[in-house]
């Protein structure tokens, strides 16, 4: 096992990446989904998002029409009977992306029930309900929601595979949609040996149960499922959302990741005062990749217990908000690398990492790029965990809430560059008028603002109101991440501009041990409600992995309604305002396509891939809200992609006519 880790306060490259990449390397490409089908969240394990599909393209995109459409079936359920304050459980958050295999589709709903559709038609197969809803409220701090399944299959039995908002692992059989007995007796229970994570026990000292809402990962035979717990309540002893394998034929737990590294594991030195016993969260929320070939599971860690305060997790806290390689099989680590030490800015690793095969220098590598909310790309031999180009520790301002440690420094890549804005000038206000701007440089007074991993501090009685963070900590990237053109190599991130406020404060005695605490994450109003920074609001941005360089970068929309319909700019001409959202992006051998938000109504669009410009629009019947995917059936091509609505969020597929 390659313990490779990666020591601060040394550029981490040069010489040291010529070692590893001096030998040939055996390449083996990310292609997307093949033979027209989508058999993982992201295309393929390696997240490319990209189809080799090429009947849709600039010359008929804008003739695409409604082939079928599926309204989700968690409208059927009589909440109210079936739970106590049922009429008030929320069901519209419809952020999964379907699988297809075989000519079947495989959705799931916000209430996690699974459904099965002929593909082609729509016509529904079969479902499963795993009545999430009798749990109470999602793990999840933001509702009901999750963003999909696994599927696996050895050639004689298939499988679907769920783990679901309140805790639990099931396998369903892929053409039934019956329960696998076989699969551990049918069901899992996450929380089973999680420390402090008591299914019957919620109190003062953090117990509470497990969940996910991200699909989990097949590597071979093995299941690699991660955790999501609440932020309540506000103690710092809340369960660690460790990662686990599992074995998929019978259900047995191979091995567990602590992402927060117990007694005499690797790494715990760096969880000072023995902060590793209380401090939970610190594992994987959003989607992972992995290397089927290496037999690699890519784990986008997330920041540890209270995100904005670690006066009680003194020291770097591994493994937290870095991107680690797992052997899928054994669960040892192979290599890590750390994005955010001792992280004070809620800057989780929001994506699943992108596998891409690239050539840099006349190297052949097999690379891993990390879109991050801090709007940096970081790259490695996905093999090795060497940076293909030099990362660098810079120092950073340090904190002045009383008792925390901030660490002094931070890894800052030295290619690609950031595709989003970092840190604050007055140079960044907002300057349609001279007294736009004025009044701007004054709301800017009242904040602390500077370069990135500016720290937060606390609001004062003289008006102080607290740091603007920018990245906010919604990010740059968050959990649309990013898809490849595996073809030439280029990565495409949408991201957002949107700066937040920690309001720190603390709370009554009883109600958190926490010296400091988050009270509110906060927007920053501008002058006259205008946003307090020049536009663009959203951009999508291409960046060639060979060279490192972005390619193109482009506003994500022209307009912006909260701005163009604001009096104080009537009669300015205004530049691109990137009002369009930040929406998952999906790639084929022809088009970029993403949902966009306009002031006419949403909008499907489609891109020139070499230039960011937009060549086509259809409209949408409601807002997007998850990732789109391509797929295949008798030569036709179809896109799916799911949208809010009332009475019921849907699955809306299109194809030409």
Do not use: C
């Not at 990662?243 to 990741?257: A, N």
């Not at 994005?339 to 809620?346: E, K, L, Y």
């Not at 941005?541 to 060979?546: E, L, P, V």
């Amino acid at each position: 096992m390659n313990n490779l880790h990666h020591n601060r306060h040394k550029v981490l490259a040069g010489a040291l990446g010529a070692l590893f990449f001096s030998a040939p390397l055996l390449v083996f490409a990310q292609d997307g989904n093949r033979e027209g089908e989508w058999p993982s969240y992201a295309a393929d394990s390696g997240s490319t998002k990209y189809t080799s599909l090429s009947q849709i393209d600039e010359t008929n995109f804008a003739e695409l029409e409604i082939a079928w459409r599926w309204k989700s079936i968690d409208a059927d359920l009589n909440l109210g009977e079936l739970v106590e304050g049922g009429d008030d459980i929320n069901f519209g958050r419809l952020q999964a992306t379907p699988l297809m295999v075989d000519g079947v589709l495989y959705m799931l709903t916000a209430l996690n029930q699974v459904a099965a559709m002929d593909a082609a038609s729509g016509t529904m197969l079969w479902s499963h309900d795993p009545q999430v809803y009798l749990s109470g409220p999602s793990m999840s701090p933001l509702g009901f929601h999750h963003r999909g399944v696994a599927y696996w299959g050895d050639g004689e039995q298939s499988r679907i595979l769920l783990a679901t908002n309140d805790g639990y692992i099931t396998s369903l059989d892929a053409d039934t949609g019956s329960v696998d007995e076989n699969f551990a007796g049918g069901r899992i229970d996450m929380t089973d040996g999680i420390p402090r994570a008591q299914r019957d026990v919620m109190d003062w000292q953090g117990a509470q149960p497990v969940g996910s809402v991200s699909p989990p990962v097949v590597v071979g035979d093995t299941l690699v499922v991660q955790q999501i717990t609440s932020n309540r309540p506000h103690f710092k002893e809340r369960p660690p959302t460790w990662i686990r394998g599992y074995d998929i034929p019978t259900g047995e737990l191979k091995w567990t990741f602590h992402g927060i590294p117990q007694q005499g594991e690797f790494g715990v030195e760096t969880w000072q005062e023995e902060s590793w016993r209380y401090t939970g969260n610190g594992g994987v929320w959003t989607q992972m990749s992995a290397d089927l070939e290496l037999g690699y599971i890519y784990l986008p860690m997330e920041a540890p217990t209270n995100d904005f305060y670690g006066g009680h997790r003194p020291g770097d806290n591994l493994f937290t908000q870095s991107l680690v390689a797992l052997d899928a099989d054994t669960g040892e680590r192979v290599w890590h690398f750390q994005m955010v030490h001792h992280g004070i800015w809620d800057y989780d690793t929001p994506a699943a990492p992108n596998l891409m095969d690239i050539t840099v220098d006349g190297r052949e590598i097999k690379a891993i790029a990390q879109v991050t909310k801090q709007g940096f790309t970081y790259v490695f031999d996905r093999a090795t965990g060497v940076p293909v180009w030099p990362i660098i520790e810079r120092e950073v301002p340090p904190s002045t809430i009383p008792g925390e440690r901030a660490s002094p420094t931070q890894p800052f890549p030295t290619k690609p560059p950031a595709f989003a804005p970092q840190g604050l000038t007055i140079d960044d206000l907002i300057d349609f008028t001279p007294e736009l701007r004025a009044e701007a440089i004054e709301i800017l007074n009242a904040y602390t603002y500077g370069p990135i991993f500016t720290p937060p501090t606390l609001p004062r009685d003289d008006g102080h109101r607290g740091t603007i963070l920018r990245p906010g900590a919604g990010g740059g990237a968050n959990w649309p991440g990013a898809g490849i053109d595996p073809k030439v190599g280029v990565l495409f991130i949408p991201s957002a501009d949107n700066p937040t406020v920690p309001f720190m404060g603390t709370l009554a005695p009883g109600e958190t041990n926490f010296n400091y605490y988050r009270l509110a994450n906060q927007g920053v109003r501008g002058p006259q409600g205008l946003p307090l920074l020049k536009p663009p609001y959203a951009t999508i941005t291409a960046i060639d992995m060979n060279d490192g360089e972005i390619l193109w970068q482009v506003a994500n929309g022209d307009g912006s309604a909260r701005v163009e319909n604001n009096p104080a700019v009537e009669g300015v001409d205004l530049p691109p305002l990137g009002g369009g959202g930040r929406h998952p992006v999906l790639v084929t051998s022809t088009l970029l396509i993403h949902a966009q938000n306009t002031s006419d109504g949403p909008k499907l669009i489609a891109r020139d891939k070499s230039n960011g410009q937009e060549l086509a629009s259809i409209d949408l019947p409601a807002n997007a809200s998850a990732a789109p995917m391509s797929f295949s059936v008798d030569d036709k091509q179809f896109i799916a992609l799911s949208v809010s609505g009332q009475p019921a969020p849907e699955l809306v597929v299109y194809a030409l006519p």
